[in-house]
Nanobody, 125 residues
Framework: QVQLVESGGASVQVGGSLKLSCAAS????????TGWFRQAPGKDREFVAA????????RYTNSVQGRFTISRDNSKNTVYLQLNRLLPEDTAVYYC??????????????????WGQGTQVTVSS
């Protein structure tokens, strides 16, 4: 059974940095587009960033453009999200997921696996 595992979340102060990791058990992430999503309390889950299977295409939601960077290490079957210059509005549970139709599908919140537990990011001022 395929399972996504997110890690790396923590409580940080405004302006801080974190690096989140997305690993998959039961399948490889190396041949499929992968995305990061987040859900803040009382809000719908939203798209954050996505990366193509080759890593040459990335997409970001406007609010994180220039602050967050998505990357992948296929040798480790892991996709990362580097979060810099964090703001209180970045506080959320962060999730990863995949889709065969690439980053544009992920940007539309189209995903193919059950959501994992996520990892909590809390930014305080």
């Amino acid at each position: 059974q395929v399972q996504l595992v997110e890690s790396g979340g923590a409580s940080v102060q405004v302006g801080g940095s974190l690096k989140l990791s997305c690993a998959a058990s039961g399948r490889t992430l190396t041949n499929i587009a992968t995305g990061w999503f987040r859900q803040a309390p009382g809000k719908d889950r939203e798209f954050v960033a996505a990366i193509s299977l080759s890593g040459d295409i990335t997409r970001y939601t406007n609010s994180v453009q220039g602050r967050f960077t998505i990357s992948r290490d296929n040798s480790k079957n892991t996709v990362y999200l580097q979060l810099n210059r964090l703001l209180p509005e970045d506080t959320a549970v962060y999730y990863c997921n995949i889709h065969h139709d690439g980053t544009s599908a992920l940007e539309k919140l189209r995903t193919i696996l059950p959501w994992g537990q996520g990892t909590q990011v809390t930014v305080s001022s």
